[in-house]
């Protein structure tokens, strides 16, 4: 199942997902481990692909009792473990996103609350499962970044907090792997998990939120952390080359379809960086041009969208648009107002 390309269009791949479960549904008993592990993996990202695209997800239940069937019969098989410490991980990645867009578009199948709630409880036992399988510290992180990635998105700022701090020890083996393997798409997804916590403590004030006093120290070490860092990915080389390679943006170039993986790295850059210099935490030797580069990184996004948009306009296929148009007219706003709050800053 790992074998499975994602780096086709999501289209094809939520096509594919369905065929696959469809045909564990026809030809494999109910009781079949394998048919619970093929419905658990294509569903979470049936999941995933339709709730970001504003649709329901009637089947939920069913996948929801594939995983905890899953977990049932790894407590009974001690050699099953791995595959299901493996399977969960793959599920629990695909459900994460789900989640950020269930929560966005107010959806009630499933209910942001519920699904939480079960991720939680599934995130407990792929830890423990964790701690009793992987010795190897370098494995151990890589299933850590996706449950940091999970905390950072609660609404309890004790986990957004706890998540930040897990961030900050796994991600140093994510960047010595991208040194060691130069696998720099893996520390990509490490750094954009990092920049969405770093937002939310800013934008949230996370550094007095928990005991009602603030700590300038802290604020003032993420904003700086949030602009070096989205420097770090936006400068970097094989980022230039991912975003010619699926989406050329420029002056004059062929209209695109969406990417919403693309549209998902522009934003977390943007907001990071955002966040960071209307916190009015940023230090006076902070890194230069910290607001030129909100600026900049504001405009990608709607420059990116806009392409888009002369591409969907021609093919009336609007739908799949309307959550990041209203997350980048979000972001445009926020940072439109906080520069005439601040009595304005350059266009």
């Not at 569903?43 to 069937?69: H, Q």
């Not at 977390?268 to 916190?279: H, I, K, Q």
């Amino acid at each position: 199942m790992t074998t499975l390309d994602r780096r086709r269009d999501r289209a094809s791949c939520a096509e594919q997902r369905g065929a696959l479960v469809e045909a564990a549904r026809v030809l494999l008993d109910e009781d079949d481990p394998l048919r619970t592990q093929l419905t658990a993996f294509g569903l979470s990202y049936l999941l995933r692909y339709e709730i970001t695209r504003g649709g329901t997800a009637g089947y939920y239940p069913e996948l929801a009792d594939a995983v905890d069937r899953m977990i049932e019969r790894a407590g009974r098989d001690e050699p099953g473990r791995a595959a299901v410490l493996e399977q969960l991980e793959m599920v629990l990645y695909d459900l994460n996103s789900a989640r950020r867009a269930a929560a966005w578009h107010h959806l009630d199948r499933p209910r942001p609350e519920s699904l939480t709630a079960d991720m939680r409880r599934w995130w407990l036992i792929a830890r423990e499962l964790r701690d009793q399988l992987l010795d190897d510290e370098r494995e151990r992180t890589y299933l850590d970044h996706d449950y940091a990635a999970f905390l950072i998105e609660s609404e309890d700022p004790a986990e957004v907090l706890a998540g930040l701090e897990l961030l900050r020890e796994v991600t140093p083996e994510r960047e010595r792997a991208a040194r060691r393997e130069g696998r720099w798409s893996s520390l990509r997804v490490a750094y954009r998990s990092y920049l969405r916590g770093l937002a939310t403590a800013l934008d949230d004030r996370l550094d007095k939120r928990l005991d009602g006093r603030s700590d300038p120290v802290r604020a003032a070490d993420w904003a700086r952390q949030a602009v070096q860092i989205a420097d770090r990915v936006r400068e970097h080389p094989e980022t230039d080359t991912y975003l010619r390679r699926r989406a050329d943006t420029g002056s004059g170039g062929p209209a695109v379809a969406l990417d919403l993986a693309v549209f998902a790295l522009l934003l977390d850059l943007a907001a990071a960086r955002v966040a960071a210099v209307l916190s009015g935490e940023l230090a006076p030797d902070a890194p230069p041009g910290a607001e030129r580069g909100a600026e900049d990184a504001v405009r990608e996004v709607n420059a990116y969208l806009a392409a888009v948009r002369r591409c969907d306009d021609s093919t009336g296929s609007l739908t799949t648009l309307r959550m990041p148009l209203a997350q980048a007219e979000a972001l445009t706003r926020r940072w439109e107002d906080g520069a005439r709050r601040a009595g304005g800053r350059s266009g």
